[in-house]
C-alpha cells in the first residue's frame, strides 16, 4: 500500500537559519512520482517540485533543494536562508501511475507546519 | 491559463441545505479530482474522474456526497443534505499526466461552513 510520511508536525526556526523537511514514502511500484506543495497561510496549494522515480538527481531552485534517495525511501526538501514568507504547510505526495487503468491516485502526508521567526 | 477555477470561495449555508460546489479544469487536462481539508482528517481525495468518468469514488464520506462531471470543462460536488460536520474547504484539482508532468494543480477552494 502507498504512504506518506512526514513526521514533523511543525517547526519553528528563526530568520536565515535552514531547514529541512522529511518526506519517507511506501510503494510498491517501481514507477512513481513525488510531489511537494506548499499551503501559504492564504489557503492555497502551490505546486513546487515533482521527481519520477527513475530520476535521483537532486534538484536546487534557488533557496529550495531537494533530496531524492530510494534507497531510504525519502524525498527531503531544505529551505537554505530561510525567510518569513516561508512560513507555510508543506506537503509531500506519492503518485502511483497506472496508465492503462487509468488510475493516478495521489497520496498526500500530513503536512510540516513551518514558522519562520522574524 | 486561468489556472482551475472554484466557486464559491465562501459558502455559509444551514444544516439540511443542498450545497453545490463547482469547478472548472484547466483546459486540456484529463484529470479532475476533488479533495476535502479539515483540521482533524487534513487533505482527503474524495473522488477523481479521468476523461469526465469517476475512477475512485472510495473516498466519498457517504450517500450525501455525490460529483458529476458532464463534461470536460466543468464538475460539481453536492452535499445534500448537508451537515455541520461537512464544514471544511473543498478544493479541486487537475493535471494533464499524459504529458509526463502529472503535478495537480489546484483551486483556490471553497470554504464551507455549515451552522
Known amino acids: 500500500a502507498q504512504k506518506v510520511t512526514q513526521a514533523q508536525t511543525e517547526i519553528s526556526v528563526v530568520e536565515k537559519e535552514d531547514v529541512t523537511l522529511d518526506c519517507v514514502y511506501e510503494t510498491r511500484d517501481t514507477t512513481y512520482y513525488l510531489f511537494w506543495y506548499k499551503q501559504p497561510p492564504s489557503g492555497e496549494l502551490v505546486f513546487l517540485i515533482r521527481r519520477n522515480s527513475f530520476d535521483e538527481q537532486n534538484e536546487i531552485s534557488g533557496r529550495y533543494s531537494w533530496n531524492f534517495q530510494k534507497s531510504t525511501s525519502s524525498f527531503n526538501f531544505t529551505i537554505t536562508a530561510s525567510q518569513v514568507v516561508d512560513s507555510a504547510v508543506y506537503f509531500c505526495a506519492l503518485s502511483e501511475a497506472r496508465l492503462t487503468t487509468g488510475t493516478y491516485k495521489y497520496i498526500f502526508g500530513t503536512g510540516t507546519r513551518l514558522k519562520v521567526l522574524a | 491559463d486561468a489556472g482551475v477555477i472554484q466557486s464559491p470561495r465562501h459558502e455559509v449555508t444551514e444544516m439540511g441545505q443542498e450545497v453545490t460546489l463547482r469547478c472548472k479544469p484547466i483546459?486540456?487536462?484529463?484529470?479532475l479530482f476533488w479533495y476535502r481539508q479539515t483540521m482533524m482528517r487534513g487533505l482527503e481525495l474524495l473522488i477523481y474522474f479521468n476523461n469526465n468518468v469517476p475512477i475512485d469514488d472510495s473516498g466519498m464520506p457517504e450517500d450525501r456526497f455525490s460529483a458529476k462531471m458532464p463534461n470536460a470543462s466543468f464538475s460539481t460536488l453536492k452535499i445534500q443534505p448537508s451537515e455541520p460536520r461537512d464544514s471544511a474547504v473543498y478544493f479541486c484539482?487537475?493535471?494533464?499526466?499524459?504529458?509526463?508532468?502529472?503535478?495537480?494543480?489546484f483551486g483556490p477552494g471553497t470554504r464551507l461552513t455549515v451552522l
Open positions: 483546459s486540456g487536462h484529463d484529470y
Open positions: 484539482a487537475s493535471s494533464q499526466p499524459g504529458t509526463g508532468n502529472n503535478e495537480q494543480f
